[in-house]
T-cell receptor, first 114, second 113 residues
C-alpha cells in the first residue's frame, strides 16, 4: 500500500466550476498535510497546509481533513484556466525514526477549459 | 527571503561522468530534502537531513549516489558515474521544522547521454 494515494485523473472541469481533488494516506499518526500545485516545467509550490480535522479556507481554495477516515481533499471554487496544473497531496510523518519525512502522492492533473 | 537556491539549472553530461548538484536552503530551516522527479515515477524522496545529519537515505538508488550537508547552508548531491537512467529533474527543498511545509528550489534538469 502506498503511503499517499490520489485520484489519478486527469480531471477536466469547465471554467467557473468546482474542482474536487482527493487524497488518502496510510499512516494514521500523520499530523501535517499539504497541497502543492505544480505547473509544467516548474517546481511544486505550496497552496494549502492543514493540521486539524475540518475545513480550512483560503480564497478560492478549501482543504478538508478527516483523520478518522485518513482522507484529505482540496476544493477549488470558481475554477480558472490558470488553475490548470498538477496538484500534489503531501503527508508528513509526525513520529518514529523518520520524523519529518514527507510523502507525496503521484498527483492529479487538472485542466480547466474556458 | 531568497528561497531555496539550486545550481546548476540544467546539466547535460555523458554517461560515466561525475555530476554534482548543489543546494542552498532557506536560512534557519532545519530540514533539507533531495527529490527526483520523472514522468514514470513522480516525485521520489532520495534523502533528507535534519540539522545537517542524514535521517533517511533509503531512497538513494544505489551506491553511485551520495549526498552531503557539510553545514547548515549548503548541500550537494553527487552521482558518480552517471547513467542515462539518471536523467530527471532533481529538486532540493527545505523546511523550518518537522511539521512545516517544504519550500522547493527551481530544480536541476539533468540529462545524461
Amino acid at each position: 500500500q502506498k503511503e499517499v494515494e490520489q485520484n489519478s485523473g486527469p480531471l477536466s472541469v469547465p471554467e467557473g466550476a468546482i474542482a474536487s481533488l482527493n487524497c488518502t494516506y496510510s499512516d494514521r499518526g500523520s499530523q501535517s498535510f499539504f497541497w502543492y500545485r505544480q505547473y509544467s516545467g516548474k517546481s511544486p509550490e505550496l497552496i494549502m497546509s492543514i493540521y486539524s480535522n475540518g475545513d480550512k479556507e483560503d480564497g478560492r481554495f478549501t482543504a478538508q481533513l478527516n483523520k478518522a477516515s485518513q482522507y484529505v481533499s482540496l476544493l477549488i471554487r470558481d475554477s480558472q484556466p490558470s488553475d490548470s496544473a498538477t496538484y500534489l497531496c503531501a503527508v508528513r510523518r509526525a513520529g518514529g525514526s523518520t520524523l519529518g519525512r514527507l510523502y507525496f502522492g503521484r498527483g492529479t492533473q487538472l485542466t480547466v477549459w474556458p | 527571503d531568497a528561497g531555496v537556491i539550486q545550481s546548476p539549472r540544467h546539466e547535460v553530461t555523458e554517461m560515466g561522468q561525475e555530476v554534482t548538484l548543489r543546494c542552498k536552503p532557506i536560512s534557519g530551516h532545519d530540514y533539507l530534502f533531495w527529490y527526483r522527479q520523472t514522468m514514470m515515477r513522480g516525485l521520489e524522496l532520495l534523502i533528507y537531513f535534519n540539522n545537517n545529519v542524514p535521517i533517511d537515505d533509503s531512497g538513494m538508488p544505489e551506491d553511485r549516489f551520495s549526498a552531503k550537508m557539510p553545514n547548515a547552508s549548503f548541500s550537494t548531491l553527487k552521482i558518480q558515474p552517471s547513467e542515462p537512467r539518471d536523467s530527471a529533474v532533481y529538486f532540493c527543498a527545505s523546511s523550518l521544522n518537522f511539521d512545516s511545509p517544504l519550500h522547493f528550489g527551481n530544480g536541476t534538469r539533468l540529462t545524461v547521454t
